[in-house]
């Protein structure tokens, strides 16, 4: 099992450009959320959803969306980016609510 | 909303030193999860809390979940380097959310 891969695993953005970061996870979970996590910071919910055509707003959604046709992905979409959304993006997953969390190893973006 | 409080933000200790950080809620919780996360990595989930005063170990690490389930500590016993990081509590809210603390991070001192 490759678990929860993530990509691109760097990216620079020109402001007001949009792109997908794409999230796949191989085990079957049913919850999967997407995090920012800015420097020297914790973690920041975006998103999140518990199954195929169910998906949620978290801590801080405003300028993303997602979408969940698939169990096994969940692209978050990034529009008009921003400076501010310069972060390290993580995918996560889990089988139950409540159990742990699997990470994917992160999505570096620099919006300039 | 749910908030977790984590302290301290950072602490530096020499090798061999004992270490521990704190997670506090003003809310009862229903578990507390703890990862760590390396410089430049993801992280990694150590362990879950459930049980009113539960205590676990791990090797060096020891994790406590308080009587009231409202805090939590893991203490870490004479630190290696490779305990380098990040460390983050992590409480489970209503909604399918988990809400993650601002974590401690760890330097050690050869």
Request: proline share 12%.
């Given at each position: 099992n490759a678990g929860v891969t993530q990509t691109p695993k760097f990216r620079i953005l020109k402001i007001g450009q949009s792109m997908t970061l794409q999230c796949t996870q191989d085990m079957n979970h049913n919850y999967m959320y997407w995090y920012r996590q800015d420097p020297g910071m914790g973690l920041k919910l975006i998103y999140y959803?518990?199954?195929a055509g169910i998906t949620d707003k978290g801590e801080v959604p405003n300028g993303y969306n997602v979408s969940r046709s698939t169990t096994e992905d969940f692209?978050?979409?990034l529009e008009l980016a921003a400076?501010?959304?310069t972060s390290?993006?993580?995918c996560a997953s889990t089988e139950r609510y409540q159990e742990t969390q699997y990470f994917g190893p992160g999505t570096r973006l620099l919006v300039l | 909303g749910q908030q977790v409080m984590?302290?301290?933000?950072?602490q530096h200790v020499q090798e061999g030193e004992d270490f521990t950080t704190y997670c506090n809620s003003s809310t009862t919780l229903s578990n507390i999860q703890w990862y760590k996360q390396r410089p430049g990595g993801h992280p990694v989930f150590l362990i879950?809390?459930?049980k009113s005063g539960e205590v676990k170990k791990q090797k060096r690490l020891t994790f406590q979940f308080g009587e009231a389930k409202k805090n939590s500590s893991l203490h870490i016993t004479a630190t290696q380097t490779t305990d380098v990081g990040t460390y983050?509590?992590?409480v489970n809210t209503g909604g399918f959310?988990?809400?993650f603390g601002a974590g401690t991070r760890l330097f050690v001192k050869a």
């Open positions: 959803s518990v199954g692209p978050l979409r400076p501010s959304q390290v993006y993580f | 984590q302290i301290p933000q950072y879950q809390l459930v983050f509590c992590a959310k988990t809400i």
